[in-house]
Every structure is written in structure tokens, then in C-alpha cells.
């Protein structure tokens, strides 16, 4: 489930590692490579935006968000997870988030949307010059924060169009915009759901109840689609897609993207990198970024593992 779920707990999530499908067959890597190719031409041409123009974007990149010396523990427990993360994000900008698995990058987007887990122990945010950690999560998907989670939760009872419609006229009020009506918010949500591919019939199911792994990662890009986000924080996006539906869900991502909103993506793998081009990666190792760069340090790693990472 993503961010902008105002009457939802944040403790009703769950978050698993999920499967990952690797493209085995000769036949899906020469779908991965069409898909690829497309994806390069979709993203050199202008796209929809939530909320910006890319033709409006003048000048060098405004500084989105600037994390330093982050320090978080679990609020229970107490136990450190975030030990002092640094990462600073322009406008226009794809930062993608790497590392072993319990390294603390779910933590730290997370605690960037304030998820209640976590405590924060030390350092500083700012967004769009303002004091994060000072803000209450709503205020913070008010801004434009998003994010998306490993492990989508189900509502059972509620249907994802009237959840969608609730999430998107409670962030309108906030903005004191008017508020959407069905057939209004139908034809808002239509073009949307061509974006992510996805079929109609979901619309009308309880959020992500039943769904597969596949369709509940596209609901939470159809998600993003409806309510726009300046940073968009989707956090393994790619695990459980099958080729086709990496390719949509990449494709729904590039389609949202412009010189203004920024992306932070965590994932283990250099195929959703090769989709949607990182500006920089990042290997966070025991709840510190410890290595910055570009796409070659996802290849290193694909090929040689983190402990070419480490000792490089
Ligand atoms: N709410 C929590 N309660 C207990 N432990 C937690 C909690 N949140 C995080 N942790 C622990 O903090 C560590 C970092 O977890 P996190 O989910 O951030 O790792 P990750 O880098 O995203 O891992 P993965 O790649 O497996 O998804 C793990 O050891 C995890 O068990």
C-alpha cells in the first residue's frame, strides 16, 4: 500500500522480501531487449505529469531533499538501524538505493515518510526546503512525498476504485481543491489505468485482496498515477514481475517522470535499472550509503556480488 492512505495504519503492513523472476529463456530476453529499446524512445518524448510540465523546467535542478547524518532506532526495541545516511536529491533526478538484504534501506524510506516503527535519533531532512521530520506523515504526502511498499496490503471490503477516489478527494481537500465524484474520478482514473496496463476489473475488487504479486505492483503505480508525487519512493518494485509486467510498470514510471518529480527506487536488481535510468546508485551497507555512483556499479555487482562492491 502506498503512502496516501490517510485512514489506514502504517502497522497494517507487511514487509517481505518477495521472488524475483529472472528473464531465463532466450524468448524473454529478446522481450526484455524490445521493451528496453521502447523504453529508451518513450523517454526522450514529453509525458503526462502529476503535477508539472517537463517543458516548464528552466535552469539547473532545485535541490529536492537532503538527508544528513540520519540516525534512526526501532521504536520497541530501540535498536539502531539507520547509523548516519547522507543522500542528497535534485529535481529531475533517479536515485536508486542498493544493498544486502537487512541493510536498512525499506528503514530508511520509511522513516522518510514517517512511518511510526522507527525513531529518529540524529541528524536532519529537508524538503523542498522545509523541515521533514517536523512534518506529520500526512503533511508529508500532502508535499508530495509517495511511497510504495514492498508488500502492498490488502483492505478487505473496501473496493480499489472507492479507495482511490477517498485517497485522491482527501488530498484535493487538503489542497482546497473540489472534490471528484465517481463518474468525475472515472474519467480521471481511466487513462491512468491504460498507463500501468492494467485490467478494469481490478478496479472494482477490494484493494489488492486476491490480487497477484504482478497486479498488486501495478495497482501501486496506478497509485503514484493518481496522486502524483515530487518524490516518488518505490521500494522494490520490480520483485515478482514476470518480463511483461516489468516492462509496464518501468514504462508507467518513465511516463510519469519529469525534469521537476525525482524517484528513489530500491532494488536488487540491474534489469529495473536498465529500464529506468538511475541518475546515481547508492549501496547502503549496515545502515550507512557507503558507495555512490552510476549503472557500473550495478553491473559490478550483478556479476561479482558486494563484495566487489566493498572492496572496491
Ligand atoms: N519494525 C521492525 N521491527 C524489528 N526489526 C526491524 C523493523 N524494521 C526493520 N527491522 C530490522 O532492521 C533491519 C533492516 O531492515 P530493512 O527492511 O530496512 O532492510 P532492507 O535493506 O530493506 O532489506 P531487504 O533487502 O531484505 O528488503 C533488518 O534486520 C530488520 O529485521
Redo the contacts with the bound molecule.
Keep these: 500500500m502506498a503512502l496516501f492512505t490517510p485512514n489506514l495504519s502504517f502497522k497494517t503492513a507487511t514487509?517481505n522480501?518477495s521472488l524475483f523472476i529472472l528473464p531465463a529463456t532466450r524468448h524473454q530476453r529478446l522481450r526484455l531487449n524490445r521493451c528496453s529499446r521502447s523504453l529508451k524512445l518513450r523517454a526522450s518524448v514529453a509525458v503526462e505529469s502529476p503535477s508539472t510540465s517537463a517543458t516548464e523546467h528552466v535552469g539547473s535542478p532545485e535541490l529536492l531533499l537532503e538527508v544528513k547524518d540520519l540516525s534512526a532506532v526501532?521504536s520497541e526495541?530501540k535498536?539502531p538501524?539507520l547509523k548516519g545516511v547522507n543522500l542528497t536529491v535534485r529535481e529531475g533526478e533517479v536515485h536508486a538505493v542498493m544493498?544486502k538484504?537487512?541493510?536498512?534501506?525499506?528503514?530508511f524510506v520509511k522513516v522518510l515518510v514517517g512511518h511510526p516503527?522507527y525513531e529518529i535519533t540524529g541528524g536532519s531532512v529537508t524538503y523542498k526546503g522545509q523541515d521533514l521530520l517536523e512534518m506529520e506523515p500526512e503533511e508529508r504526502a500532502v508535499a508530495g512525498l509517495f511511497m510504495s511498499f514492498?508488500s502492498p496490503v490488502e483492505i478487505p471490503g473496501v473496493s480499489n476504485i472507492d479507495f482511490l477516489n477517498m485517497a485522491y478527494n482527501s488530498r484535493r481537500r487538503k489542497l482546497g481543491q473540489p472534490e471528484l465524484g465517481p463518474i468525475e474520478f472515472y474519467g480521471y482514473i481511466a487513462p491512468k489505468l491504460e498507463l500501468v496496463n492494467m485490467k478494469v476489473d481490478l478496479l472494482n475488487r477490494n484493494v489488492n485482496e486476491g490480487f497477484s504479486g504482478g497486479e498488486k505492483k501495478r495497482n501501486e503505480i496506478l497509485q503514484l498515477a493518481v496522486l502524483g508525487a515530487d518524490l516518488a519512493m518505490l521500494d522494490e518494485i520490480d520483485s515478482g514481475l514476470d518480463v511483461d509486467a516489468l516492462c509496464d510498470v518501468a514504462k508507467a514510471v518513465n511516463g510519469l517522470r519529469t525534469s521537476k518529480n525525482s524517484v528513489l527506487m530500491?532494488t536488487?536488481y540491474l534489469r529495473l535499472l536498465e529500464f529506468i535510468t538511475p541518475t546515481y546508485i547508492h549501496i547502503?551497507e549496515n545502515g550507512r550509503i557507503v558507495k555512490t555512483g552510476d549503472i557500473s556499479i550495478a553491473k559490478v555487482l550483478e556479476k561479482e556480488g558486494y563484495k566487489a562492491i566493498s572492496d572496491a
Excluded: A, L, R
Excluded at 538484504?101 to 528503514?107: A, F, I, L, V, Y
Design positions: 514487509f522480501s526501532i526495541s535498536q538501524i544493498g538484504n537487512g541493510s536498512g534501506k525499506s528503514t516503527d514492498q530500491i536488487h547502503m
